[in-house]
Structure formats: structure tokens, C-alpha cells
């Protein structure tokens, strides 16, 4: 018998407010009010620690621009710091790990090194730490500072994260002896001081506690780009970008393992959790009853059918790139769909069928959509269940991460094929709506999981890195640490196109004396 554990299912929960459907707090059975209680929040982290999931995850956004934001999504509205939150959250669960959201152009390395090494310790070694690197010019006025967007955030968080986890290790483990015979407090060889002084940020470093638990606590990201590619391999821990295929998956996690074995890691130690909307019902029928309820409650521009603008308006539009992605409200029309599928959706309305001949014509965008549309719903151009322009429309506002319309086994067999084909190592579960999506998931598709074999049934490990098998790892500053293969997290390299951080900086690293 083999003593190589069996691969599981990695589960997170993204906790979003109001869940991650715009229409979802308009639903009659969804509460809206619980953004600022802390009771709302810990019955959804319990309710995930009660799946035996991986963690709870706290996303966060800065820019603070409240009118805009409430038609992007209602959870950017309104909710609580996410390290207080935590902080809490900590009290009142045991095993779940938490993720707590920080932007490293809005923080220093050493206040964030801090506050993550103390909610470690607090936690018990549950908390991880999810970084964004989201420019916004709306933001970045709220902190006195411009627009960092571009390639300079990556070249600046490339040298945090390395300060950041070299502060973690700056007080080495057994540091703190305590002899009351000798009156020594500290052994002071274990002590360290960075003295970093590169291309962003000067930091003399001690921090002043221990070693976090976890040692590192791990590091989470979204991204899909190439620095953000070189990003995840150098740093990370679990990426969760949502490639829409099994395909697009599995192709971008070999990608970046490559690129991870490269930089002296183990490719194996990094994880993909792509995000997924599950909507579950009794039957198929009743979770696209569901999704088109949701849907229906969307806002939808004034004009639906052109937006007030005519077609070589929107062709303009949708040929500037940044415009792709899901439509923001102000283009949600059928114009704007029309432009991107190269095909005219405008005279049938937002209720007219979408005909075969129509559907022929479109580009490959067009196909997608068809394509998602009808995954999401069975509706097909001269189908039995024909296609609205409308349906079209839909896809194209929600169209992120993967939504499952079908009963608690369809959902299991969707998460199965993903994990079986090496698309995902897990999923980042997002609720359209609370509270019955968020129950109906751990109720019922999580048994059918456990039953198959593909989830814990109770937790094996106390900390956040246990619960991924992720090893404790060496401090920077320990004598044996060089001596370790691949002990020097991302030693090999930089994110592609930015000056080596480590080479850049005048750093010592010498013990503190006295």
C-alpha cells in the first residue's frame, strides 16, 4: 500500500457580502443588511469550517467610490476591514484558514509584515495573505499618491513580498529564551536585522515577535498576465484566475508550474483554485429558474436595445481593448453585444429568438457566448429550448468565473472533471446569493465529494499551509538555509521585466549586537 496521501479537492470560500450576483440581495429570500455585523460574517465562516473547506476568504478593494461601485457589484459597497474582520473571525473558528486582502502599493512591507505575522500567531497559523495588484486611479488618491498602474507595481511588489517574508524570518525560531538563571531574554545571534535598501523601499527590519507559525504564511493571487504568470511562479502559493475552459486551465497551470521549476521551486506546491459560481437546485430546471430570477434582476441601461448611440458607436468601443470583459452598467445594451459578436441583435429585442441563420453568422466571441449561454441554460438558436437576445445579453454582463446551473451531483461532477483533468487543484466557491446557495453547497455537494473521495471529511491539520501539505519552510537567516534545494523562495529570478530585487537592493543581513 502506498503511504503517498490521496489528492483531495482544495476548497475555498470567497465571501462576498451580498454574494457575487449583482441581482442576488434583490432576491425576496436574501438578507441585505449584514455588511457591517460581525454575526453575518462568522456564520458564513462557520458554516465553510463546517465543510471542512481550506479557507475563508476576505477580498478587499480601496477605491472608495461608493456611487459607481454599487453597479459593479454591491459587495465593493460596503464592508468591513478585512484584518479586523479577521482578527475576529480567528476568535471564533478553529481549524478554517483565513485570507486576508492587502495591496502592496498601499501598504508598507513592514506594517503588513506585521499585522500578518500577528494574526499568525493569533490564528494559530491560519492566515494567509492575497495580494492584488489592481491599478486605480480612485484609489491611489485616497492614499496621496498617482495612478500606479502599468509594469511598476509588479517591479514594486516584487521587492515587498521579499522584504515582507524576509521580516517574518528576522527572528529566527527559539529566539526567545527566557533564562531566568543567565538573564538572557533573547539569544541575540538569532536576531536579524535586514538593512535592505533597493530601488522602492529602505527597511532596517527587526520585527518584533516571533517566527509566525507558519513561517510563511501563504500567499494567494489572482492573474493571468505574463508578469502576473511570473508573479504566482516566483512568490505564490494558489493562484484562483478562472480560465473558462478545462482547456485554458490546465494549459495556464502547466504554464506557470514551468515557470515556478525554473526559479528553483517545487511546481508540485503550487495550487490552482479557479473561482466557481455553483447554483444548485432540485432538479437542472430549477437552478436556471434560478439564474434567469437573477438575471432578471440586473440593471440593464436605460436603452437596452442600443444604449442611445448608434452601431458604429459601439464598434468603436468594443474595438478599444479596454473595454473587454464583462459589461459595466452604462454598456449593457444589445448594441454593444451586437458589436463584439459581429452580428445585429438590436432588431429582436430583448425577448426575440435568436435564429440559426443569426447564429451562423457571428465571429468567435459570438460562438463563445452561444456557447456559455447554452451551458448555463440548454437554450440553443432552433433548439427545443430556444435562445433569447436577451440570454446573449446576460453572458456577456456575467462573464467571469464559471457558473454551475444543475442539482448538488451535477455541481460534484463538474468539480470532479476539473480536478481529475488537472484543470483545477481545487475551487475558490463563490455564492450568488446567501443564505440558502452557501448551505445548499455545503449541505449537499460536499457529502457527494466526501462520499467520492475527493474531500476531507475532517480536518488532518491545525494550520492554513497544513491543510494545502505545504511543508514549514526555512528561515532566510538560519546557517543551513542555502544548504536546502529550493529553500530560498524565488532565489533564481524576478518577475519577467523588472530589475532583480535581491541584486538591485544593498542588503546585510548580520545579527543583530548589542
Known sequence: MSDTPARHLHLGYMYWVNGTHWGGWRQP?????????????????????????????????????LVTEQWITTHNTGRLEPFTLASQLALQTSRVGIVVTAHPTYYDPYILARLTASLDHLSGGRLAWNVVLGANDVAARNFSLPDLGGETRYERADEFIEIVKRLWDSVEDGAYIQDKASGAFIDNSKIHRLNWKGKHFSVEGTLPLRRPPQGHPPLLYAGASELSRQLTAKWCDVNFTGPKSIRDSAEFNADVRARAAALGRNPDEVFFLPGVTPIIGDTRESAIAVYDRLNESLPLDEDPITGGKDAAHWREFVENPRNGGPLRYGFRNLAVVSARIGADLTALGLE?????????SVNDEGRRLLAQAASRTDRKPGGAQPLRAKDLLYSAIIDGFPIINGTAAQVADFLEEWFTSGAADGFNVQSPYLWSQLDRFVDEVVPILQQRGLHRREYETDTFRGHLGLPRPRGFFESSYDDAPGAREGNAGTVEHTAASAAAADVETEPVSV
Open 352 to 360: 426575440g429568438l435568436v435564429s440559426e441563420e443569426l447564429a451562423a
Open 29 to 65: 429570500e436574501a438578507p441585505t443588511d449584514g455588511a457591517f455585523d460581525f454575526e453575518y460574517a462568522l456564520r458564513a465562516a462557520q458554516t465553510v469550517e463546517r465543510g471542512k473547506f481550506d479557507f475563508f476568504f476576505l477580498g478587499d478593494t480601496l477605491p472608495g467610490d
